[in-house]
T-cell receptor, first 112, second 114 residues
Framework: GDSVTQMEGPVTLSEEAFLTINCTYTATGYPSLFWYVQYPGEGLQLLLKATKADDKGSNKGFEATYRKETTSFHLEKGSVQVSDSAVYFCALGETSGSRLTFGEGTQLTVNP | DAMVIQNPRYQVTQFGKPVTLSCSQT?????MYWYQQKSSQAPKLLFHYYDKDFNNEADTPDNFQSRRPNTSFCFLDIRSPGLGDAAMYLC?????????????FGPGTRLLVL
């Protein structure tokens, strides 16, 4: 079945550092890819998405490019802020329906 | 603002005592989902409704049931909660079915079982 693998956390960075969180996937068909963010005690918020190969999703300084050749959707941000501290989930929207398959999540902590 | 609302945010129940969690949406979306998220884990889909059609995940325990009386509301019933059912329960909606459809999540209800 479809699956998503995220880099293990936790990740700790200093403010203004560059962020990369790796995400790779295994899927049949033509999935869509998503990054969701979860702040402590809250639900998931959509950060960005890409629906086909070579699409780039971007939002709030975060970017990710749907790479079919490497089956990846890595999340990047050039300069993180303390307010970016949260758990980040990579997710795959299966072509067979509406099920989202999530990665295990990566805890990011940004220190001042 | 259109949104997904979950009540209550925190729910405490006793072992074996039935409990109901509620979700409402003002997005007028066709699909509503219930996820279970245990501590430091990814959300796990329990079931979803497409309009009035109920779709249960194969590994969802029989202890979990759901009702969707109308487009706006969806309920999660846990008939006999066990200690292992303590988790965050997330409701989500999407406009339609399909890989590219975005799911919009509520803030979650954290369930504690004593």
């Amino acid at each position: 079945g479809d699956s998503v693998t995220q880099m293990e956390g936790p990740v700790t960075l200093s403010e203004e550092a560059f962020l990369t969180i790796n995400c790779t996937y295994t899927a049949t068909g033509y999935p869509s890819l998503f990054w969701y963010v979860q702040y402590p005690g809250e639900g998931l918020q959509l950060l960005l998405k890409a629906t086909k190969a070579d699409d780039k999703g971007s939002n709030k300084g975060f970017e990710a490019t749907y790479r079919k050749e490497t089956t990846s959707f890595h999340l990047e941000k050039g300069s993180v802020q303390v307010s970016d501290s949260a758990v980040y989930f990579c997710a795959l929207g299966e072509t067979s329906g509406s099920r989202l398959t999530f990665g295990e999540g990566t805890q990011l902590t940004v220190n001042p | 603002d259109a949104m997904v609302i979950q009540n209550p945010r925190y729910q405490v129940t006793q072992f074996g005592k039935p409990v109901t969690l509620s979700c409402s949406q003002t997005l007028n979306h066709n699909v509503m989902y219930w996820y279970q998220q245990k501590s430091s884990q990814a959300p796990k889909l329990l079931f979803h409704y497409y309009d009035k059609d109920f779709n249960n995940e194969a590994d969802t325990p029989d202890n979990f049931q759901s009702r969707r009386p109308n487009t706006s509301f969806c309920f999660l019933d846990i008939r006999s909660p066990g200690l292992g059912d303590a988790a965050m329960y997330l409701c989500a909606t999407s406009r339609d079915m399909g890989a590219q459809e975005t799911q919009y999540f509520g803030p979650g209800t954290r369930l504690l079982v004593l």
